[in-house]
Nanobody, 124 residues
Framework: QVQLVESGGGLVQAGGSLRLSCAAS????????MGWFRQAPGKEREFVAA????????YYGDFVKGRFTMSRDSAKNTVYLQMNSLKPEDTAVYYC?????????????????WGQGTQVTVSS
């Protein structure tokens, strides 16, 4: 079974950057999609980005607007989320997730493996 461990969260000033990592143990089949979601206090969890393991196609939430980039290193079974131009409203717990046969990569219901989350705090 796939297990996910996130790292790279922290405190950053507005306008700064962070890179999140998500290391997956277990076999990642070509059908998989890996996603990032986030949840701010008092808000629902929302889609941030996803990548298809085969081919590497990427998808982003509307709010990203070119600020974030998701990538993967197949040899390391790791995905990354590079976040630039961070804003205070990006403050949230960021979760990595894996979906084996996703029909929609932006729906959390498609994902059946989740990491423990990593806190990102952006100060103004």
């Amino acid at each position: 079974q796939v297990q996910l461990v996130e790292s790279g969260g922290g405190l950053v000033q507005a306008g700064g950057s962070l890179r999140l990592s998500c290391a997956a143990s277990g076999r990642i089949f070509s059908s998989y999609a890996m996603g990032w979601f986030r949840q701010a206090p008092g808000k629902e969890r929302e889609f941030v980005a996803a990548i298809k393991w085969s081919g590497g196609a990427t998808y982003y939430g509307d709010f990203v607007k070119g600020r974030f980039t998701m990538s993967r290193d197949s040899a390391k079974n790791t995905v990354y989320l590079q976040m630039n131009s961070l804003k205070p409203e990006d403050t949230a717990v960021y979760y990595c997730a894996a979906a084996r046969y996703p029909s929609r990569v932006d729906s959390e219901r498609e994902y059946d493996r989740w990491g423990q989350g990593t806190q990102v705090t952006v100060s103004s």
